[in-house]
């Protein structure tokens, strides 16, 4: 084990590199041809294995692709799925899926309107902070709530531009 603080000398560096010259593995070993050829027959039956001719590549057998191929139709393949959460599918064959429902709650934050609205809020407020004159990352707040006065949600005047620290101070919601 290796002190820390701990340096070989001049000596023991330029045996080590001598040890170690004309090998890859830097182990100060040269195999005989002999030896690599044995490794090699030990290894035959192992596909993952460096001797192996096909240890980079494993081909499927024409039965396999075809099942896997009629198994993947019509299928999807996100990068959820790639990393072996279970979405392949989208809609009524999507595993999350739960009768097409969305609330007008969620369907309205999305639209078009309320994109617009921050906007001319941000524009109003000549995209910085009210409360600090901040710029960077803005938040659109609502004066008054968004659940309570559904007629409000897209008027300009009922908005505020607050950075980030600013909108946490302000907004009941994130206490």
């Known amino acids: 084990m290796r002190r820390a603080g701990f340096h070989h000398s001049e000596e023991t560096k330029r045996k080590i590199s001598l ?3 004309g090998n ?28 192996n001719k096909n240890a980079l590549g494993y081909k499927h057998t024409e039965e396999t692709k075809n099942r896997l191929s009629k198994s993947h139709k019509g299928m999807i393949f996100t990068k959820e799925h790639r990393n072996n959460i279970g979405i392949a599918n989208k809609g009524e064959k999507c595993t999350f ?5 969305s609330t007008d709650n969620r369907l309205q934050r999305c639209s078009s309107n309320a994109k ?30 968004w659940k309570g006065y559904p007629e409000l949600r897209f008027d300009i005047n009922n908005g505020i531009t607050f950075c980030v ?11």
């Open 19 to 21: 040890s170690a010259m």
């Open 97 to 101: 899926w739960k009768g097409g429902i």
């Open 24 to 51: 890859r593995n830097s182990l100060g070993r040269v195999l005989s041809e002999e030896h690599k050829s044995k490794l090699l027959k030990i290894n035959l039956g192992n596909k993952y294995a460096i001797g």
């Open 165 to 175: 620290d600013c909108h946490k101070i302000y907004d009941r919601m994130r206490k």
């Open 116 to 145: 617009e609205w921050r906007l001319k809020v941000f524009g109003r407020d000549n995209y910085v902070c009210t409360n600090c004159n901040k710029g960077g990352y803005l938040e659109a707040h609502h004066i008054k709530p």
